[in-house]
């Protein structure tokens, strides 16, 4: 399928009102050769799980937090394996990057994938 305009263009950060138009976006990062971010086992990375009470952690610094800021980052497993991860923070209203929590625990699909 080539890539398809979804006739959107989100402002900062958008609702995507219809899953039909998330699967067209998440299909076209699976089907692209030249995009392949490895995860366990070198299998081709899905998608990142992450609890609830780690992002609430995030927000419970207080209401000055205002957005939660996803970096890519590289686990190194015991064995040697790497795998990408996230490192979630905070950032304030003035753009400023809280690190007083900061969350590495990302659960890699396709070792671990919704139903």
């Known amino acids: ?3 398809q305009t979804l006739g ?3 402002k900062k950060s958008d609702v995507i009102e219809n899953w039909d138009i998330a699967q067209v976006m998440l299909d076209q990062f ?4 030249d995009i392949n971010i490895l995860g366990p086992n070198n299998l ?3 998608g990142l ?3 609830k009470e780690h992002i609430d952690q995030i927000f419970a610094q207080g209401s000055h937090i205002k957005e939660l800021y996803i970096q890519f980052a590289i686990r190194t497993y015991p064995s040697g394996e ?3 991860t996230t490192i979630l923070t905070g950032i304030d209203a003035d753009n400023k990057q809280s690190t007083a929590v900061a969350i590495d625990y990302c659960d890699p699909c396709p070792n671990k994938c919704p139903q």
């Open 44 to 46: 081709q990375l899905r």
């Open 1 to 3: 399928m080539p890539n």
């Open 8 to 10: 959107f263009q989100p």
């Open 49 to 51: 799980r992450v609890d």
């Open 30 to 33: 699976l089907e692209r050769s």
């Open 82 to 84: 790497e795998s990408v």
